[in-house]
């Protein structure tokens, strides 16, 4: 089962407009297994303007590297679903926006998988004190995977939120 999408008890992407609208921060995002649907999170909430800056999904290894600048050797050499290369999308989408956070996801969200087994996410956030990345493995079909990717995504944008302050 996914777990919850909240921040105590308001849904975790209106915690999230708030905190980041409060401080006069936003974020920029790089998606890949979940195909926009923290985008859509974000911005289903009201005032998301003030926040989120945009992003793309960046699905086919061609997208990461010529959107947002991941070095094709990097995708080569580790794999477009992997730690430094989430981490470059995450890097490259704060570089490209300006932004005080950018944050990407990429995964085997399943069935079929490929180095890694289905339901493996790796999440990165950047900011100007540097780059945090996290590996999972969730349980799940494939729109559960994709449903706890985006938490996972949302988590860690509250929590870097939270230690730059």
Request: overall charge negative.
């Amino acid at each position: 089962m996914a777990p919850a999408l909240t921040h105590g008890s308001r849904p975790l992407a209106a915690e999230l407009v708030a905190v980041l609208s409060e401080a006069g921060e936003n974020v920029a995002l790089a998606e890949s297994c979940t195909g926009g649907a923290v985008l859509a999170a974000l911005t289903s909430v009201a005032g998301a303007s003030a926040c989120v800056w945009g992003g793309g999904v960046v699905y086919a290894d061609a997208a990461k590297s010529a959107l947002v600048n991941v070095p094709e050797g990097l995708i080569a050499e580790c794999g477009a679903v992997s730690e430094p290369v989430t981490r470059a999308l995450a890097e490259g989408v704060r570089d490209l926006a300006s932004a005080t956070y950018g944050a990407a996801v990429t995964g085997w969200a399943g069935p079929e998988h490929g180095a890694e087994p289905a339901g493996t996410v790796y999440v990165a956030v950047a900011s100007a004190g540097g780059c945090e990345s996290r590996r999972a493995v969730y349980d799940g079909d494939r729109a559960s995977v994709r449903r706890q990717a985006v938490h996972a995504v949302l988590e860690a944008l509250v929590e870097a939120q939270q230690e730059a302050r």
